[in-house]
């Protein structure tokens, strides 16, 4: 419940916000208003959502690094206290030189689940954190596949591609929304003034909410994408049995509550999921291990 009342409240201030700056572009830069004289300016509004679109999810990548240390408590390792320690910035170092990328960030966060993740606007100026729980639980070679992973993810511009996919997503939602909110404000509630009424507003709020929970599937499905070209990486850094070692050592952990934080789900080697087919895979972030595992047992790491 929480969760839900976090989010109705960040769409609407998202929508006050985005509304404000866009009268003030309407005013400086000349960018017709949204509403026009018995309806909507359609050009006006793609701008508008647009703009949404692209400018959130852009500030979400940028912040994205600052947020991951923030919400798992990430400790960046900037000198080695331990053999551990140096192995990790070693490992992480050696991987990294091999897909020609800078060296990123590595991190240690206190969670008892073996998980990790990569997160960053940039390849060159990534942060990559593993697990308390993974170091206690996996073997030497199994958290080296999961870093190669990890690193996959650097390398491969996953952090970009989706929020350039969530940007666009965003927009569209949005942009239909406001649609739907028009149309209902015109023909349900009779409004015929040039100025938009309550219908318009209301059905808009709600219409971002339904559409933006249906538009997550299409960001999960790019998501789970991702992951089996993640995984690939780790096999060809590592090699495909350790790869495949560390997923099934992941097994244990699906049985407990996912311990990540919501906004970094997307960017971890694990999330808790249910086998076969179901509408809640839909929105899964990553396909179920058995998937994963399957596709690297068919996947030669020679042939690219």
């Known amino acids: 419940m929480m969760r839900i009342g976090l989010f109705l409240l960040t769409n609407l201030a998202v929508i006050v916000v985005f509304s404000i700056v866009f009268g003030i572009l309407s005013r400086v830069f000349g960018i017709g208003g949204v509403h026009a004289a018995g309806?909507?300016?359609y050009t006006s509004l793609a701008i508008m959502c647009g703009l949404y679109g692209m400018i959130g999810s852009m500030v979400s990548l940028f912040i994205s690094k600052w947020m991951a240390k923030r919400s798992t408590g990430t400790v960046v390792i900037d000198t080695p206290q331990n053999a551990t320690e140096q192995w990790l910035v070693d490992t992480v170092a050696k991987q990294a030189r091999a897909v020609n990328i800078s060296m990123p960030e590595v991190g240690i966060f206190n969670n008892s689940q073996p998980n990790a993740f990569a997160t960053g606007w940039n390849k060159n100026k990534a942060l990559v954190a593993v697990s308390s729980g993974l170091l206690q639980n996996m073997t030497a070679d199994e958290v080296e596949a999961v870093l190669a992973h990890e690193i996959g993810h650097v390398a491969n511009g996953d952090m970009v591609t989706l929020a350039l996919i969530q940007g666009v997503v965003n927009a569209f939602v949005m942009f239909f929304a406001r649609i739907i909110g028009n149309f209902v404000d015109?023909?349900?509630?009779?409004?015929?003034?040039?100025?938009?009424?309550?219908?318009y507003f209301v059905t808009s709020i709600v219409m971002d909410i339904l559409l933006g929970f249906l538009a997550s599937a299409i960001v999960m499905w790019f998501s789970r994408l991702r992951e089996f070209r993640a995984?690939?990486?780790?096999?060809?850094?590592?090699s495909r049995e350790k790869m495949i070692?560390?997923?099934?050592?992941?097994r244990p952990a699906e049985q407990r509550p996912d311990q990540m934080p919501e906004n970094m789900k997307a960017f971890a080697i694990s999330s808790g999921q249910t086998q076969g087919f179901s509408v809640a895979n839909l929105f899964r972030s990553h396909p179920t291990l058995d998937d994963r595992i399957e596709a690297l047992r068919n996947y030669n790491p020679s042939e690219g």
């Open 39 to 41: 309806g909507l300016n």
């Open 186 to 199: 015109r023909t349900v509630f009779k409004n015929e003034g040039d100025a938009p009424g309550i219908g």
């Open 231 to 238: 995984d690939q990486m780790g096999a060809k850094l590592a």
């Open 245 to 250: 070692s560390a997923l099934n050592a992941l």
